[in-house]
């Protein structure tokens, strides 16, 4: 079931009062957007969550507000329709963004690619890719 544009506002204002926005005066003074690019499980959140915080950035999660759309009975192809305005809005008022989430999907880098011509922001990449001993052992540390 898809929302309709005003359950797709209604998802990204609750999610927008969840967020940690930074101080004024921890705001970088160059605005960038963080993008982790990696597979399911590969650690994008392990790495973004402690860098957001560090480097005073937005962190957007693409697991969080798929949970409330799943809440909401929709489907997750509706994401980019919560993270898009969002993510403009926050990027508007000056915030930089770390983007929680698989940003190597074409929509998604697109959408990101727009933005950053738009608030003429810088972008940094990061490819996520733990080795392989540390994937096979992490079922068990769990």
Known sequence: MDLNAEELS???EEYKSTLVLPKEDAIPAR???LCPVGLVGAGKSTVIKPLSERLSLVRISSD???KML???GAGYDQLLEVVGPLAEE???QGFSLAFDGDCGNPKTK???TELVDKVD???LWIHVNPPEEFIRLLP???
């Open 10 to 12: 209604s998802v990204r």
């Open 31 to 33: 605005q960038f957007f």
């Open 64 to 66: 969080e507000i798929r």
């Open 70 to 72: 799943k809440e909401r």
């Open 90 to 92: 926050l990027a508007a």
């Open 110 to 112: 697109e959408m990101i």
């Open 121 to 123: 922001a810088k972008v």
């Open 140 to 142: 068990k540390a769990l």
